[in-house]
């Protein structure tokens, strides 16, 4: 009989591509996969899955009697739907992916008894995870060192590295040649995008584009994609404007330089490419999770950090002529990306959930002759 594994996830893409990751990989190894996902998360996928839909559960941001009637309210609601989906599925394995869907789903499975597994790609535990790690088998992450993780925790924390995109880790890497005069500048700003980089930086290419050879891939908002289109082919820049991209592998292996947010996803795929980034942190992000994860790769020597509201034209212009003007430096960082292990992160998450079925057999054995 088939291994069945419930993973839930929503929201960005930073939680919704490695649920898609983790899906994909399992099916191949005859585990029977569900994906539970909120509207939000559901336009990431393709046709082709299945899934179950729940309410979202968003936490009130603002204080108030009506916000946390209404909370209350859908979490009742949410809660209701994931008892129907976990005792018509009977998965022998809940797997969170952080964000507000599995809240609910995970809840219910401590209720009904079902074995939790959590997947922390930041530097710091989100709010769900930060709750469930009390009663999760496992708590999968990217490092050593959680920062709001509690000790007596640590024994159920296993390092994983990133979970990556299956294009991003099938995709060969082909040599470059730092020291070619001309360099590809990626600009991303998460799956949402990100509107000022769209206002701050193209201002910034033109001025140094009277110095350097540069070229440029830019992911924008949709509302500004034709508009810095026009303005980099009017100043003779070779530019290449998205707002969403479906082979992201192919746009990030042909850049030196990247411009990026700090969620997990967007900087794993660079560091597995191996391509160094400025870093400027979305800086509502929750618990400042962004912030944390900019230091940690700073500290690997992967990453130079310009926070956002010390992003201006003259910040961002003198960064980049200090990178521009030092191959050495960009080699380097580029050598210290690469040191990763994310190519074996899937496998390390199933070697520990064989581990868990084998401990539940040996449990069944022994129990049967005392």
């Known amino acids: ?41 559901a336009k990431y996928l393709k046709k082709d899955f299945f899934l179950h839909k729940i309410f979202e559960v968003n936490f009130p941001t603002r204080a108030g009697f009506i916000n946390k009637i209404f909370f209350y309210l859908k979490l009742i609601l949410a809660l209701i739907n994931s008892f129907l989906i976990l005792r018509k599925e009977k998965p022998n394995f809940v797997f969170g992916l952080g964000g507000y869907v599995s809240l609910p789903i995970c809840l219910a499975a401590k209720l009904l008894n079902i074995q939790i597994l959590l997947y922390e790609p930041n530097l710091v535990l989100g709010r769900v995870n930060k709750f469930f790690v009390r009663f999760c088998m496992k708590l999968f992450t990217n490092s050593d060192n959680i920062l709001n993780l509690p000790n007596k925790y640590l024994t159920k924390c296993v390092k994983v590295g990133n979970i990556l995109r ?55 908002l949709p509302k500004q994609v034709n508009e810095i289109q026009n303005f980099y082919n009017k100043n003779n820049i070779e530019n290449y404007i998205f707002s969403f991209h479906e082979n992201i592998a192919e746009l990030i292996s042909k850049a030196d330089l990247a411009i990026s947010r700090c969620g997990s996803s967007t900087i794993g795929e660079l560091e597995f490419l191996g391509v160094p980034f400025i870093a400027i942190p979305y800086p509502f992000a929750k618990d400042n999770h962004q912030h944390q994860n900019a230091i940690y790769y700073e500290k690997k020597g992967c990453c130079w950090i310009l926070k956002q509201k010390n992003l201006s034209f003259d910040s961002l212009k003198e960064i980049l002529i ?44 022994s129990s049967r002759f005392p």
């Open 1 to 41: 009989m088939k291994k069945k594994i419930l993973f839930c996830s929503g929201g960005t893409g930073g939680h919704v591509f490695p649920s898609i990751s983790l899906i994909n990989f399992f099916k191949k190894r005859e585990y029977e996969t569900i994906l539970v996902i909120d509207k939000r998360g």
């Open 322 to 365: 200090k990178i521009l003007n030092n191959n050495v430096e960009l080699s380097l960082k580029r050598e210290n990306m690469l040191k990763n292990d994310s190519k074996n992160t899937l496998l390390k998450i199933e070697k520990e959930i064989e581990k868990l079925e084998n401990s539940q057999y040996r449990g069944c054995i």
């Open 166 to 220: 299956e294009e991003i880790i099938k995709y060969e890497l082909s040599e470059k040649n730092n020291l070619s005069s001309k360099k590809t500048i990626l600009i991303l700003g998460g799956s949402q995008g990100a509107e000022i980089f769209g206002e701050v930086i193209p201002r910034v290419i033109l001025d140094l584009s009277k110095h350097y050879r540069i070229s440029i891939i830019q992911q924008s």
